[in-house]
């Protein structure tokens, strides 16, 4: 059962935000080529009010265009093609500070190497604990970003 609180809130003289204002949900892009896991994963943000984008491979996301509006980027590091690092690089090519997840069922794919150069990443091993993957989102996403360059 959830308790609706009540609050008192003072009349603004200048620009205030009406209740019925709401924050802009944060888009979250998932590339995973394990469908099960890709529903999971959806499950657990939409349970957080993410809004979600979902990807069978990464050829999908970057072919879609949508890197250009998502707020961070969770991937499948062993996909087929097109792995979860050179996903990260493409994206990041474009998208310097945007922050990117690797979620994966293979932790010897983890070279230091495979990871120089991306920008803000974190590294979670399948299986992961939900509220974990939901902490990181929320600190990367919240988190001040330099802007990238305009051109």
């Known amino acids: 059962m959830f308790l609706l609180q ?5 009349t603004c003289q200048n620009a205030c935000v009406a209740m019925t ?17 890709l529903d999971s994963i959806e499950s657990l943000l939409n349970s ?3 809004a ?8 999908a996301l970057l072919e879609s265009g ?13 996909m087929p093609l097109m792995d979860g690092f050179e996903l990260a690089r493409a994206v ?12 994966t069922g293979r ?19 399948k299986p992961f604990h939900g509220q974990e993957l939901l902490t990181a989102i929320t600190v990367m996403v919240k988190s001040p970003r ?5 051109s």
């Open 21 to 37: 204002d709401h924050p802009r949900r944060f888009v979250i892009a998932v590339v995973e080529d394990d469908p099960g896991m």
């Open 6 to 10: 009540t609050a008192r809130i003072p």
């Open 92 to 103: 990041q090519a474009a998208r310097p500070a945007l922050p990117v997840i690797f979620v």
């Open 66 to 78: 949508a890197h250009t509006e998502i707020d961070c980027l969770i991937s499948d590091v062993a």
């Open 52 to 59: 979600v984008r979902l990807f069978p491979t990464a050829t």
């Open 146 to 150: 330099p802007r990238a360059p305009r």
């Open 107 to 125: 932790p010897d794919l983890l070279r230091r190497s495979r990871l120089d150069g991306l920008g803000q990443y974190r590294v979670f091993k």
């Open 48 to 50: 957080a009010d993410y």
